[in-house]
C-alpha cells in the first residue's frame, strides 16, 4: 500500500497505481476506501483499453455486482484471449456469484496458461476443498507445495482437509 501511495505522490494521474491501491485495501478488508480510490480515477483518463477494463471490472465486482463484473471480464478476454489477470478476475467473479463450476473451469484454463502460478493452485485447493471436492482439492494443494514447499499456508490447509476426515470419520463411529 506504501509504495502505491508514494507512486500517486510522484505521478498523482499514474491511475493503475490507483487501480492495484484499491485492490490493496479489498485485499485488506477495506471496500468501502477501494470504491473511493476508483471514484478518484476520471472517467475521461487517459486510460488504455484493458485499463478501463480492469477498472470498470474492478467497480463492478468491489461493489458486489459480480454479473456486472462477468460481463467487463469476459469483454475484456473476447479482445485479450490470453490475458491472465482478466482471466483471474472473471473467476473471481464467478465464484462471488456462486458459480463453483466455471469458476474452476476459469482457474483451470488459467493453470494451462500458467502451470507454475502458486497462487492459482491454492485458489483451485480451496475451491474444491469448499464444495467438498476433496480428493481434487489435496491434488491441487499438493502441487502448490511443489512449488511452495517451506509456505506454511499449504500445509495448514492440508491440516484442515485432514482434521474434517477425523472428524467426518469420528461422527460415523457413533
Not at 123 to 141: H, K, N, P, S
Request: net charge negative; charged share 30%.
Amino acid at each position: 500500500e506504501r509504495a502505491f501511495r508514494s507512486a500517486l505522490e510522484l505521478a498523482p494521474d499514474f491511475h493503475m497505481a490507483r487501480y492495484r491501491l484499491a485492490h490493496v485495501q479489498v485485499a485488506s478488508g477495506d471496500t468501502e476506501a477501494a470504491l473511493a480510490t476508483l471514484d478518484q480515477i476520471p472517467g475521461d483518463a487517459p486510460l488504455t483499453r484493458r485499463e478501463r477494463l480492469y477498472i470498470d471490472g474492478a467497480r463492478a465486482y468491489f461493489a458486489r455486482e459480480p454479473e456486472r463484473a462477468k460481463e467487463i471480464y469476459r469483454t475484456a478476454l473476447e479482445e485479450f484471449p490470453f490475458d491472465v489477470e482478466a482471466r483471474s478476475l472473471l473467476a473471481m467473479a464467478y465464484d462471488q456469484a456462486f458459480e463453483d463450476d466455471a469458476a474452476i473451469l476459469e482457474l483451470k484454463r488459467l493453470l494451462e496458461q500458467e502451470p507454475q502460478n502458486d497462487y492459482l493452485w491454492s485458489y483451485l485447493g480451496e475451491t474444491y476443498l469448499r464444495l467438498g471436492e476433496y480428493d481434487l482439492g489435496r491434488q491441487a494443494l499438493d502441487s502448490y507445495l511443489q512449488l511452495q514447499p517451506r509456505d506454511p499456508y499449504g500445509f495448514t490447509i492440508l491440516g484442515q482437509l485432514d482434521q474434517r476426515f477425523i472428524i467426518k470419520i469420528a461422527a460415523a463411529d457413533m
